[in-house]
């Protein structure tokens, strides 16, 4: 990297502490008046909760974080950038983060159809294609991407500007994620015909058939795959078989429907396709390590 380059990129990152720290603070997630970006800081290494997380771009502004997506650990730091193109489950937590030195991080939520839109534009352009490849990458930000974050955090503080102006700046981000050192993954997961995009396809019809019996051999029908094929690339995009995905997605918005929408664990359990509360209880332990009710109580009162 050259030497006004680096300059450039220390410039935006003091311009986006002052401005996040000047927002935030005490330790929190910080939805904006901007629609899919989210502001966060750490005072110190509490993990910052199990999630099923849509896909995003975070960016380190301060600190070091330790992601989980799917099977795969991600540390990063300070001016590198995480993007993760599929919906699955994860869990962070910030590194040596304290009151004096917080953790600042911030992400935007990718808008999938405008990747779509874009990926297809430069197929047609002739952008080269590329290998095969996973669902999360990790890699430095440049000076445009974290430029580019620094117009989104800016407008934060011209409000009125906000419905015009953030959706330009999130198709240029979007532009530069595609075809910056991350794009691969991006691209591949939102170009038709691709093998990563037919797994994208599979986790579509997860999601909206949620209570819905899993036979995979019926999944890869759909979406034109070999069972063998889909069974390979969805564990290459998203750390998991089909039938575990499709077992963590079910639990994840079972926990949604409790604390969001107050449901019972039976009546949650039941939404989601579970015959047997029984089994859902055991399985909602084994993956968030306390029974539902119990679960929600704690959860309930950290929100307090």
Request: aromatic content about 6%; overall charge neutral; glycine content about 8%.
């Given at each position: 990297?050259?030497?006004?380059?680096?300059?450039?990129?220390?410039?935006?990152?003091?311009?986006?502490?002052?401005?996040l720290?000047?927002?935030?603070?005490?330790?929190?997630?910080?939805?904006?008046a901007?629609?899919g970006?989210?502001?966060?800081?750490?005072?110190?290494?509490?993990?910052?909760?199990?999630?099923?997380?849509?896909?995003l771009?975070?960016?380190?502004?301060?600190?070091?974080?330790?992601?989980?997506?799917?099977?795969?650990?991600?540390?990063?730091?300070?001016?590198?950038?995480?993007?993760?193109?599929?919906?699955?489950?994860?869990?962070?937590?910030?590194?040596?983060?304290?009151?004096?030195r917080?953790?600042?991080?911030?992400?935007?939520?990718?808008?999938?159809?405008?990747?779509?839109?874009?990926?297809?534009?430069?197929?047609?352009?002739?952008?080269p294609?590329?290998?095969?490849?996973?669902?999360?990458?990790?890699?430095?930000?440049?000076?445009?991407?974290?430029?580019?974050?620094?117009?989104?955090?800016?407008?934060?503080?011209?409000?009125?500007?906000?419905?015009?102006?953030?959706?330009?700046?999130?198709?240029?981000?979007?532009?530069?994620?595609?075809?910056?050192?991350?794009?691969?993954?991006?691209?591949?997961?939102?170009?038709?015909?691709?093998?990563?995009?037919?797994?994208?396809?599979?986790?579509?019809?997860?999601?909206?058939?949620?209570?819905?019996?899993?036979?995979?051999?019926?999944?890869?029908?759909?979406?034109?795959?070999?069972?063998?094929?889909?069974?390979?690339?969805?564990?290459?995009?998203?750390?998991?078989?089909?039938?575990?995905?499709?077992?963590?997605?079910?639990?994840?918005?079972?926990?949604?429907?409790?604390?969001?929408?107050?449901?019972?664990?039976?009546?949650?359990?039941?939404?989601?396709?579970y015959?047997?509360?029984?089994?859902?209880?055991?399985?909602?332990?084994?993956l968030?390590?306390?029974?539902?009710?119990?679960?929600?109580?704690?959860?309930?009162?950290?929100?307090?």
């Amino acid at each position: 990297m050259k030497e006004d380059e680096e300059s450039g990129i220390a410039e935006i990152n003091a311009a986006l502490r002052e401005r996040l720290l000047r927002r935030m603070n005490r330790p929190g997630n910080y939805p904006t008046a901007v629609e899919g970006l989210m502001l966060i800081r750490r005072d110190g290494g509490d993990c910052g909760g199990r999630c099923f997380e849509r896909p995003l771009a975070a960016l380190v502004v301060q600190g070091r974080k330790h992601s989980v997506f799917g099977d795969g650990d991600y540390y990063y730091g300070e001016n590198q950038c995480l993007v993760a193109g599929v919906d699955m489950p994860s869990q962070f937590n910030a590194v040596d983060a304290t009151p004096e030195r917080p953790f600042l991080s911030l992400c935007i939520y990718l808008d999938q159809r405008m990747i779509s839109e874009l990926s297809m534009e430069m197929a047609r352009a002739g952008l080269p294609d590329s290998v095969e490849c996973g669902g999360v990458a990790v890699a430095d930000a440049g000076p445009d991407l974290m430029g580019g974050m620094l117009r989104l955090v800016e407008l934060l503080d011209k409000e009125e500007q906000v419905p015009f102006r953030a959706p330009l700046i999130m198709r240029d981000l979007h532009y530069l994620l595609l075809t910056g050192p991350q794009g691969a993954v991006l691209r591949k997961l939102n170009t038709l015909g691709t093998r990563n995009n037919q797994v994208v396809q599979a986790i579509s019809w997860l999601k909206k058939n949620i209570e819905k019996p899993l036979r995979v051999e019926e999944l890869a029908r759909r979406v034109h795959m070999s069972t063998s094929s889909l069974h390979r690339h969805f564990k290459a995009v998203t750390g998991f078989s089909p039938l575990q995905y499709h077992k963590q997605l079910r639990l994840y918005e079972a926990q949604r429907l409790m604390l969001a929408e107050n449901e019972r664990a039976a009546s949650a359990a039941m939404a989601v396709g579970y015959e047997s509360v029984t089994q859902f209880n055991r399985e909602y332990k084994r993956l968030f390590g306390e029974p539902p009710h119990r679960d929600m109580i704690r959860r309930r009162e950290r929100l307090l």
